[in-house]
């Protein structure tokens, strides 16, 4: 497999395995072997090795000494700091939008929700997971601060990778969401800025809660399992 895109031969490396750990394609504790990513995608090991360090720098591995690349773990900490750290930086970026947004601004989000209302109704998961980042992405540029784009963009996938199990989990999270991204819109027009804030923390605090529930859940049926096994 070879890559012709503008980014380094590194990043693109780095979106290809992020996307099958976002996706669930490889797991929690697997090892990502240089070598044999190497040879799949006909690189050089030093570009993966690269690869892998924007990985780690992205929340998505751990580089363990004499284990070496291992899909990083999501327990309910884990998740809980995440969203409370997106709420933070969210609610930052929300904020600033709605001081400097202007009228023709509010074009693009309208267009924005109507893709994401599109593929609600289709039941289109793949689409409105790439639509929900195409929108936070649209909104990074207006926090007009250079640190808190470039710590968005790093934690994004660790963020997607938690989003794409919350719309996976239940059937009606889909509605959640796109009830969620036209609430924010709603608040932008009316320039209402405690709202704003008041749905960035809800909405948190629930997809957090979710995804820290199905951990749980996963963990007691694999304790349950092995303890049975060992009878």
């Avoid at 503008?6 to 504790?29: C, N, P, V, Y």
């Avoid at 009228?103 to 309208?110: K, S, T």
């Avoid at 924010?184 to 809800?202: G, N, Q």
Wanted: proline share 2%; glycine share 4%; with cysteine.
């Amino acid at each position: 497999m070879s890559f012709k895109a503008k980014e380094s031969l590194s990043e693109q490396i780095a979106t290809h395995l992020a996307e099958q750990i976002i996706r669930g394609d490889m797991l929690a504790g697997d090892r990502i072997q240089e070598l044999r990513v190497a040879g799949e995608l006909e690189v050089s090991r030093g570009s993966v090795r690269e690869a892998l360090l924007i990985l780690q720098r992205r929340q998505l591995i751990d580089i363990l000494p004499r284990r070496g690349a291992v899909v990083k773990e999501m327990s309910e900490a884990h998740v809980r700091s995440l969203y409370e750290l997106v709420q933070v930086l969210l609610g930052l970026v929300i904020r600033k939008a709605i001081k400097v947004v202007r009228e023709e601004d509010l074009d693009e989000f309208i267009g924005l929700v109507h893709n994401l209302q599109m593929a609600a109704e289709e039941r289109d998961l793949d689409r409105f997971f790439v639509l929900s980042f195409q929108f936070l992405e649209h909104t990074y540029p207006y926090a007009r601060n250079a640190y808190v784009e470039d710590i968005l963009i790093n934690l994004q996938p660790a963020i997607q990778r938690a989003y794409f199990m919350a719309l996976h989990l239940e059937p009606d999270e889909i509605k959640e969401c796109l009830s969620f991204f036209k609430a924010l819109v709603e608040t932008i027009f009316r320039r209402d800025v405690r709202s704003a804030l008041e749905i960035i923390r809800e909405f948190a605090e629930h997809q957090s809660e979710l995804v820290e529930e199905s951990i749980t859940r996963a963990r007691q049926i694999e304790t349950a399992w092995g303890s049975r096994r060992r009878k």
